[in-house]
């Protein structure tokens, strides 16, 4: 029994401890990586953003968790409105980014495969 509960506290993950915020930057805190998927929690106080980027390599889903306001970037100019309880994907080689336009704190999980997971940041 004692061995079965191990192995299960290995794959809970209690967010709301995880949770970072910084008044100058977003926050970015990975939950779990293996060797096929990387999960990462993005925490951003009223008028930050993740910058656009793309992932050359890898398909990106966003689950948003927190917040009532956010502004998704993508790609070619469009945004699209998105809140708390809203899932976005992004396919590999799709530009995604966002902002938090509201006044609350806004806060999603982004989970990525194939690691590891290349990065290109593009202007707007």
């Not at 938090?100 to 590891?116: E, H, L, M, S, W």
Request: proline share 5%.
């Amino acid at each position: 029994m004692m061995q079965e509960l191990i192995v299960v506290e290995k794959r809970l993950y209690d967010l709301t401890k995880l949770a970072k915020f910084d008044a100058n930057v977003p926050q970015k805190v990975v939950v779990y990586q293996s060797e096929k998927t990387l999960a990462a929690m993005w925490c951003l106080e009223p008028g930050q953003e993740v910058f656009l980027h793309m992932h050359p390599n890898a398909d990106d889903v966003w689950i948003c968790l927190e917040g009532e306001s956010g502004l998704y970037f993508a790609g070619d100019g469009k945004e699209v409105p998105i809140s708390k309880g809203m899932a976005v994907l992004a396919e590999q080689g799709q530009t995604h980014g966002m902002r938090n336009t509201g006044k609350d704190r806004f806060v999603f999980i982004g989970v990525a495969a194939p690691v590891p997971v290349q990065t290109e940041r593009l202007d707007k």
